[in-house]
């Protein structure tokens, strides 16, 4: 790190620093936003079996469906308005589903940001190196002329290090979202068919 530091001067600092952070966002975020984690393997089809064999729903259960994921948190608000119409139902859910989108975005500006300023950051660190060399042409003269090519390869190391921190970066951030924007799929659809279930049983009640 140290001779990366004086391979590109001052201004390799932040651009090291923006990795650092960039690559602790994408090790959270696989952490965080892993299937298993997000849409629990059964759990959908267990809360329609709870809701469809006449179970009562109490309170108590809901909150601990509510706590396990971002699916179950789905559910439980989606339970919560149950015997409301299905319309009011759609409305919970959309709204709940955008604070979820909004939890798993968590990080995922700053990421977006960091693959932005990657490339900028190390170019303003290649032109602060130009300029400070041809300031040293202007003093001294040109001197030789593989010292001269030394110091425009160490100028130029800035603009590759900006490249390095943000293709990762931008790479994970699209992945990122694309992962996001699939859950919610899946968490509509487990949602649609829990609203069938509600709905079977309201009309096997009426019936009854």
Known sequence: MLELIKAGGWPMI???????????????RFWSLRRERVLPPGLGEEVREWVGGGKPLEPAHIESLRATSPL?????AQLDVRG???????ERVEDVGRHLVYRMERYLNALGTIAAAGPLLGLFGTVVGMIQ???GILDHGIGDANQLAGGIGKALVCTATGMVVAIPALVFHRHFRSRIAGYIVDMEHEAMQLADVLDAVASN????
């Open 205 to 208: 009640k009426k019936k009854g």
């Open 14 to 28: 932040p651009l090291l620093l923006l990795a650092v952070a960039a690559l602790a966002i994408i090790l959270e």
């Open 72 to 76: 179950g948190a789905l559910l439980a």
């Open 133 to 135: 060399m041809f300031l």
């Open 84 to 90: 409301r119409g299905r319309e009011v139902m759609r």
